[in-house]
Nanobody
Framework: QVQLVESGGGSVQAGGSLRLSCVAS????????MGWFRQAPTKEREGVAA????????YYADSVKGRFTISQDNAKNTVYLQMDSLKPEDTAMYYC??????????????????WGQGTQVTVSS
């Protein structure tokens, strides 16, 4: 049984930083692509970042490029999302996802098979 457990969310002021962690069990993070998504109230869930072991490439949504960094520690079977220079518009529930594929550079919800329960990030101005 695949389980993804996120942690590291919280409340921070604009310009601050947070690091999210996603610990996987029943699934190896060095298979296919791992991703981070977020969903704000009344909005669709959007892909934020992904890392694909097969080609070692990372992908980012335009809205977070240069501010967020995805990484993974295979020994700990954990994926991280370092979020710097946070903005109020980054406020959302953040979800870890596994077993995915990035399509033409796009991180799409329908291409990931496993999901965590989410961790809330709130950025105040």
């Amino acid at each position: 049984q695949v389980q993804l457990v996120e942690s590291g969310g919280g409340s921070v002021q604009a310009g601050g930083s947070l690091r999210l962690s996603c610990v996987a069990s029943g699934y190896s993070v060095d298979h296919n692509c791992m991703g981070w998504f977020r969903q704000a109230p009344t909005k669709e869930r959007e892909g934020v970042a992904a890392i694909c072991t097969g080609n070692g490439i990372t992908y980012y949504a335009d809205s977070v490029k240069g501010r967020f960094t995805i990484s993974q520690d295979n020994a700990k079977n954990t994926v991280y999302l370092q979020m710097d220079s946070l903005k109020p518009e980054d406020t959302a529930m953040y979800y870890c996802a596994a077993g995915g594929t990035v399509v033409a550079g796009y991180i799409l919800r329908g291409y990931f098979g496993y999901w965590g329960q989410g961790t809330q990030v709130t950025v105040s101005s």
